[in-house]
């Protein structure tokens, strides 16, 4: 506070809340210089950590932005796999459900062709033993040929026609 020169009017009520008044102004100059004065250093602190807390979340930001896009080429991958096995599989699939309807229809086919052969092998079985029993058919005709020729002749010798 600069000292008020005495004058000769320093007793005026006017004059004496004047000098009040600048006594006043000169004090809340003096606070606001010295707010002046601190606030670059106050402003300077706030800012420089404005500034990292920005730089920090940015960080954190590019971070998770880069994670985000590891994470989606590695779900684009995971999903590119499980198509290929999912249709790999439904190929499979389809392959062994045809070899199975293929090895159905060639049992059935190979069932059926042995059949025909048992019947031919039965058939021809049964040929052979009817030629058999042919065969033993004229042999017994012929040994009983044989033997009547055989019992004739001796009756013709007993008989003496001979």
Same mark, same amino acid.
């Given at each position: ?5 005495q ?23 003096r ?15 706030r800012? =420089? ?18 994670r ?17 096995? =999912? ?10 459900q ?16 042995? =059949? ?23 042999e017994l ?11 004739? =002749? ?9």
């Amino acid at each position: 506070m600069i000292p008020m020169p005495q004058d000769e009017f320093s007793s005026d009520k006017k004059i004496r809340k004047i000098d009040a008044d600048i006594a006043s102004f000169e004090g809340d100059l003096r606070a606001a210089e010295d707010e002046l004065a601190g606030l670059d250093a106050e402003y300077d602190r706030r800012i =420089e950590e404005a500034r990292r807390l920005a730089k920090q979340k940015r960080a954190e930001y590019e971070d998770l932005w880069r994670r985000a896009k590891d994470a989606e080429r590695e779900w684009k991958r995971s999903e590119k796999a499980y198509h290929e096995l =999912e249709n790999n599989r439904l190929k499979r699939k389809r392959e062994l459900q045809k070899k199975i309807a293929t090895l159905k229809k060639r049992i059935r086919n190979a069932k059926k062709t042995r =059949e025909k052969r048992v019947a031919e092998l039965r058939k021809e079985k049964e040929r052979e033993v009817q030629k058999a029993k042919r065969q033993r058919e004229k042999e017994l005709e012929r040994q009983k040929d044989k033997e009547l020729a055989r019992v004739e =002749e001796e009756k013709r010798r007993e008989l003496g026609l001979e």
